[in-house]
Nanobody, 113 residues
Framework: QVQLVESGGGLVQPGGTLRLSCAASGILINFNTMAWYRQAPGNQRELVASINSGTRPYYVDSVEGRFTISRDNAKNTVYLQMSSLKPEDTAVYSC???????WGKGTLVTVSS
């Protein structure tokens, strides 16, 4: 049984930082391209960042230079370090193994003063 469990979201002021975690079980993240997505109210889900073993990480333009995706294969966990957060980063963030139909419940990030 595949499970992806996201954590680390919360309320943060503009300019603040958060680190999200995605703990995987039932799959090995080092054999998959792992990605973080987000969905804001009224918007479609968008790809934020992805990481695999062969190429440099991908970032959507709006987070390039502010977010960093990483993984710890020993812990089978993917991270998203977010800095210089903006109100427009407010969304539910979810992780996914690209191409596989498994999603966690997500973690809510709210950027507000």
């Amino acid at each position: 049984q595949v499970q992806l469990v996201e954590s680390g979201g919360g309320l943060v002021q503009p300019g603040g930082t958060l680190r999200l975690s995605c703990a995987a079980s039932g799959i090995l993240i080092n054999f998959n391209t792992m990605a973080w997505y987000r969905q804001a109210p009224g918007n479609q889900r968008e790809l934020v960042a992805s990481i695999n073993s062969g190429t440099r990480p991908y970032y959507v333009d709006s987070v390039e230079g502010r977010f960093t995706i990483s993984r710890d294969n020993a812990k089978n966990t993917v991270y998203l370090q977010m800095s210089s957060l903006k109100p427009e980063d407010t969304a539910v963030y979810s992780c996914n193994a690209v191409g596989l139909p498994y999603w966690g419940k997500g973690t809510l990030v709210t950027v507000s003063s």
